[in-house]
Structures are given as structure tokens and as C-alpha cells.
């Protein structure tokens, strides 16, 4: 079992940066491969980021590509999602996950490849 715990939401005006974090309990974080996903108002929710082991094999969805980075700290069992020049359809809560996972790269876009998952923390983003 692995348990994730998100931290570093909050409310940003337009243009501002935050910093999530997700730290995994467990002594194998490193293999795992880390996930952020987003869920606005009435949308489903949608892949915004992840992490491979390993050679950090990294992915973003198209609308965060150059405003958002995803980082892992192995030592501290933590994953990072450094976001800058926010805009309102960054309003969303945003949920860590976490997989076991060694299928072709674009599944890491797939909510169902990830077993595990955090509690999610809300992010605002004010105009």
C-alpha cells in the first residue's frame, strides 16, 4: 500500500506560481510512477502531469506544456508540480497519484493505470 498526501494548494491571482507537493509513504517510492491529475467544477477529471522511474520519463498535457514542471525528490519520497502563469482554467482540484507501472508511455495519461491516489488538494486561481 502506498499513501499519498498532497500539500501547497491555495488561492493565486491570475499570472501568480504555486508549488504542489506529494509525499508518498513507503520505502519504494522510486519505482513507482507519479501522476498529477485535475478535476474542475462539473469536468471530469483529466491528466495534467507525470513522472517516470528511472530515467524520469516525463509528460504533459498540452495546455500546461511550459507553465507547468514536474520533479521527484527519491531521497523524500516526494513528487513536486511547480505552476506558474495560472490562469482560471487552472481552478481545480489537483490529485496526486501514484502506479506500479511498465506499459507504453501514453498510458501514463490513463486514470485507471494509477492504483494509488491522494486526497487531493484545491487549487484557485483568482482574475
Known amino acids: 500500500q502506498v499513501q499519498l498526501v498532497e500539500s501547497g494548494g491555495g488561492l493565486v491571482q491570475a499570472g501568480g506560481s504555486l508549488r504542489l507537493s506529494c509525499t508518498a509513504s513507503g520505502r519504494t517510492f522510486s519505482i513507482y510512477t507519479m501522476g498529477w491529475f485535475r478535476q474542475a467544477p462539473g469536468k471530469e477529471r483529466e491528466f495534467v502531469a507525470a513522472?517516470?522511474?528511472?530515467?524520469?520519463?516525463?509528460s504533459y498535457t498540452d495546455s500546461v506544456k511550459g507553465r507547468f514542471t514536474i520533479s521527484r525528490d527519491n531521497a523524500k519520497n516526494t513528487v513536486y508540480l511547480e505552476m506558474s502563469s495560472l490562469n482560471s482554467e487552472d481552478t481545480a482540484v489537483y490529485y496526486c497519484a501514484a502506479a506500479l507501472f511498465r506499459g507504453p508511455a501514453q498510458n501514463v495519461r490513463v486514470i485507471s493505470t494509477f492504483e494509488y491516489w491522494g486526497q487531493g488538494t484545491q487549487v484557485t486561481v483568482s482574475s
Open positions: 513522472i517516470r522511474p528511472g530515467t524520469f520519463g516525463i
